[in-house]
Every structure is written in C-alpha cells, then in structure tokens.
C-alpha cells in the first residue's frame, strides 16, 4: 500500500497548527485581494475621466468629478494602508509557524532517533541523519516561508481575476483564461517528473553528509597515513555525483518557466487585440477595458514563477518524506510498565538460558546462565568474541531481537523481574556503565561528570553543585589531573574529549558512573586502554566505590579481576568456567591458560 502524499502527512503531524495554518492562509489571501484592487481604482479612474458625470462612482452617489476623485483618493490610500497591514501580518504568521514547525520537528525527530534500538544505527551513518535533522528540516523550513504563501496568493490570483472578467466580459474573459488549463497540466506534468529527481538530491547530499562526518571523526587517522590527497579525491567523488544529480533536476526545473511564458503571452495578446477590437465598437467600456488589459497582467505574469514555486515545492516534499519516514520508523525495543524505583533496587542480576544472535546461524551466546548475586563483584573473562560485551549490551537492552525477527531466548531478570518488564528507563538507571569506548561531550570537564546525573529529574548538569562533582572526581581518582588543567573543572575536554589522554578519559567516564550513583556497576574493558599507573588508580578506585554494589567487571586483563567474588570464563558463547581466581588456576582449563599466558609462563 502506497504511504499518503507527504503534504498530508505532514498536514496530520502537525494538525495541532491548523488554527495557525488557517490564519496564515486568510491572512495571504486578504492581501492578494487587497494587491489586485489597484487595477480596479485604475479602471474606475479611466472610467471618471471619460464618461464623467455618467461614471459608475456617480450611479454610486458622488455626482461631481471632483468627488469621484477624492473617493478614488481615499480609496487607494486606505486599501493600500489594508494590504501593508495585511502584508505584515502575513509575512510575521507565516515566518513565525514555519520557524515553530521546523523546531517541532526537528526536536520530535531527533527525541525519536534517541528511542530507536541501537541496531538501527549500526545500518546507518551519522552524517546521513545529521542531513535528515538539518539539512531536510531546512528545506521544509524554506518552503513555508515563502512558498506555502506564494502558492496561495497565485491561486487567489486565480479565482478572483476569473470571477472579475467573467463579470465584466464573458466574451473576452475565455481568451485570458485559454492558458491557463495549459499551465495546470504543465505544472503537473512537471511535478510528475521533477518529484523523483529531488529525492535522488535528497538521497545525495545524505552520503555527502555521510562522507564528510566520517572523514572530520577520523582527521588523526587520516593525517597519520597521510591520506589528506586521497580523502580530499574521495570527497570529490561523492560531491560530483551530488552535483550531477542537482543539474538533473536543475535541466528540468529551469525549462519550466520559459515554456509556460511562452504559452501565457499567448492569452494576454489575445486578450489586448480582441477586447480593444470590441472597446473601439463601443461594446466594451474603456473603463472595463483598461481593468481587464491590466489583471490579465496581473493574472498571467504570476503564472510564470510557478516553475520557481514547485521546484522549492518538491525540494520541500522530498525532503518531508525523508523527515516522516524517520519519524515512522518504529521502535523495535519498548519497555514494560514495572515500576524499579532507584531506591528499591537490591541488585541482583540472572542470566537464565539466554542464547543470541547479531545475524542468523551466528550464534554469540549459547544456553549462558549467570547469576549476579547483590552487592558482589562477578567478572566475566574469555578471548575475543567470546560474548563477553554482548552480556552487558542484553543485560543493557540495547538489542532485543536479531536481523531475521528471531528474539532472544531464556530470560534476563534483575531483582526477580524480567527486564522486558521493566519500565525502559528505571532498568536503565538502575545501571552505571563505564565503557572501554569512552565518549566524552564537548564541554566542560564538571558537564561531563554532571552528565551522570542528567536521567535525574531536576539535575541539569550544569546546575549540578561543583561540590557533587568534585567528590564523584575524588573517588575516580581523578581530582589530582582535573586541578591541574589550565581551567580546572572549567576546562573545556574538546570533541570527544581529544584533549585528555586515554586514562584521564577513562577516569572521568568511571566519575561519572560514579556520580550516578547506581545500584548495579558494569565495567566493559574499563582498564584495557590505560597505563599500568592508571590502571592501578582505576582499581584503588573501584574498590571503593564497588562496596554495596553489584559489580559486574568484563576483562581481559585478568589481574584486575584477581580479587573478584566470582569468575565466570566464556568460550564461543558458553559458560565453561566458574570459581575463585585461585580455583580457576589450580583447575588447569581454560583461564588457566589465559593466565599462564598473560603472565608469561606459557
């Protein structure tokens, strides 16, 4: 089944604007009805000068020459007063609901982006949504500025102009209205092919956006390879083929107006002869006629930026379309309607015979069971591809299902329920993760461990007090560096956080966790970028901050989890070991090895 035309869609989004929409709409055709008057001031005042005392204005009741004028006088000066008005309130309505639509939408696109599971953004680029929230939503934005109003004020043109000359002379008024069904069928046609033209641009300029945001995230690897030449020929690529299809559209746009000239000065030269043949035989007034030689003007001319119109119009659908369509993706991860308070939460963590899959016939997890018991601390340990960071990512809920619809077997529970129970965000609050891949914002050094505190409500992470963050800094072991920065906590990270080094990241991130506060910490590889000094500080760290919580630590260092409550090994997505360090060793299996290999006895 076909998805409705965007105009609708749109119309339906943003139904909660039809007040504002009406308003406008009223406010564009007062004023084209107010700009078409002057011709019929023009026509009445030829009309005056050569039938005088016979004139229209005086079967109106102004019997005198002079009186006719001054009402001509008074007339213009207050419809031309009416149409600034109007022309004001217009442009003022207009502007200000295309301003408020784009915000509305960009923010609702973007909340809706945030929602969507994190498979969704492993098919996609950045730099193609980046294009989609601001490059599209521009583009709507541009259009109901001026072309919403501009598309209204030829249609008034329209109607009103033909009602006028069909009441003057019917007997001309078909030869000014002749081009006009020709004009609606071009613009149609024109709609037709012009429409799959723009969302190729559409398309396009996503990839360019694409390929500009990987290259400006990636400038160190590029610069360490010296690929700058490459990069920049790769770029050019991309951004001919965007060009190319821009002079695609642009062939077809810009023939439009001269075509539609060509058939519109067909209707007024008809309209000039054939009315002045019938005024000069005294069938026609020249008052009449001079109204009609002018608003066939007025009606025809119009007509020839209808081209412009319904470019910036399908340039505006194609880019709604891919607004809406984003806007319709569903998401395919929703929470429950259990209630886990943050202060209700104990902790403890199951893993009941979860088996999962990325892609079909791949499986990452088989038949694992783990048990997380509250308030102690559990590593996880195994080679790469193990399955070890997919645990937290299920546990997370940032995956649910795989490629092919099949959902993940066996049950994950915390505190007893089942987290696909839970309320989306009271599971994810309850939970502080500190990632091997640390992110920080650009910002400040305190936005960026205040940042934990952001799910909180009435906890902006700008208002946190410098004494909270400080705390969460001192218990990461992370004061000492920050006080040395030239600003302190002021001190601006860069994007990324490009400049701290890897350790100073990665105590920030676990100051963050702590600030949180979180009933249940996961540490994803926390220590396996960092030096050896650092790394003894993370763990000084974590000693302290893990007392009465559940600690869930993924390694690969297994010194760091030496100390650990239990361990669990993972091999090829099974559970193949449990125990105590010392178990493990004296067991001879798998983390035997792992540890005779890491420590250089075998």
Not at 339 to 368: I, N, T, W
Not at 528 to 542: G, P, Y
Not at 576 to 597: D, I, K, N
Request: neutral net charge.
């Amino acid at each position: 089944m076909p998805s409705p035309h965007p105009l609708r869609r749109l119309f339906t989004h943003a139904r909660r604007h039809r007040s504002h929409v009406v308003l406008a709409a009223v406010c564009s055709v007062t004023k084209k009805i107010l700009d078409l008057a002057p011709p019929a001031l023009i026509g009445a005042a030829v009309d005056v000068v050569v039938r005088r005392e016979e004139s229209l204005l005086a079967d109106l009741g102004f019997r005198t020459v002079e009186s006719q004028l001054w009402a001509l006088a008074i007339a213009t000066l207050l419809i031309w007063a009416l149409e600034s008005l109007f022309e004001y309130l217009q442009a003022v309505v207009w502007r200000n609901l295309a301003q408020t639509i784009e915000h509305e939408l960009r923010v609702d696109a973007y909340e809706h982006v945030g929602h969507l599971e994190l498979r969704y953004f492993e098919d996609r680029s950045t730099g193609g949504l980046m294009s989609i929230l601001s490059d599209d939503v521009n583009q709507l934005e541009r259009f109901l500025d001026g072309g919403a109003d501009n598309l209204i004020q030829v249609l008034t043109t329209v109607v009103i102009i033909s009602a006028a000359f069909f009441a003057i002379a019917p007997g001309v008024a078909w030869l000014a209205m002749l081009p006009v069904p020709f004009v609606i069928w071009g613009s149609i046609a024109f709609q037709r092919r012009i429409a799959p033209r723009y969302a190729d641009v559409r398309e396009r300029v996503g990839t360019l956006n694409a390929q500009l945001a990987n290259t400006l995230s990636g400038v160190a690897t590029i610069k360490s390879y010296t690929a700058e030449a490459y990069e920049t020929n790769r770029l050019a690529r991309v951004s001919e083929a965007y060009r190319d299809s821009n002079r695609r559209a642009i062939r077809l746009s810009a023939a439009f107006s001269p075509l539609i000239r060509m058939v519109i000065v067909v209707g007024f030269t008809a309209t000039l002869i054939y009315g002045g043949v019938i005024a000069l035989r005294g069938d026609l007034e020249v008052g009449a006629y001079s109204v009609m030689v002018f608003l066939t003007q007025r009606l025809l001319w119009p007509l020839t930026s209808l081209g412009v119109m319904l470019d910036l119009y399908q340039r505006a659908m194609a880019s709604t379309r891919r607004i809406l369509d984003l806007l319709d993706t569903p998401a395919a991860i929703r929470g429950g309607d259990v209630e886990l308070p943050p202060a209700a939460v104990r902790g403890h963590v199951r893993f009941e015979s979860v088996s999962f899959s990325y892609q079909p016939g791949h499986p990452v997890l088989e038949d694992v069971t783990l048990d997380f018991p509250p308030g102690t601390t559990t590593a996880i340990v195994g080679a790469t591809g193990s399955g070890k960071t997919t645990v937290v990512k299920l546990l997370l809920r940032f995956y649910e299902a795989d490629a092919a619809g099949e959902t993940r077997t066996g049950t994950i529970t915390v505190d007893g329920h089942e987290i696909r129970d839970l309320r989306l965000a009271d599971l994810r609050h309850a939970i502080a993760l500190v990632s091997q891949e640390t992110f920080l914002f650009h910002g400040t050094v305190r936005q960026n461990i205040a940042y934990g505190l952001a799910h909180t409500p009435g906890h902006d992470p700008d208002e946190v007090p410098l004494e909270t963050v400080r705390a969460a800094a001192i218990a990461a072991e992370a004061h000492e560096f920050i006080d040395r920065l030239p600003d302190g906590y002021d001190t601006i990270v860069g994007e990324r956080g490009q400049k701290l080094s890897g350790g100073q990241r990665q105590r920030l991130s676990l100051a963050r966790a702590i600030i949180k506060d979180a009933r249940i910490l996961v540490l994803d590889e926390a220590t396996s970028a960092v030096d050896n000094e650092t790394e003894a500080a993370i763990q000084r760290s974590l000693r302290r901050v893990a007392v009465g919580r559940t600690t869930i630590v993924i390694a690969h260092r297994l010194s760091t989890i030496r100390h650990a409550d239990r361990i669990d090994v993972l091999e090829a997505g099974r559970v193949v070991e449990s125990g105590r360090h010392e178990e493990l060793v004296a067991a001879g299996g798998t983390y035997a090895a792992l540890w005779r290999v890491q420590t250089g006895e075998g």
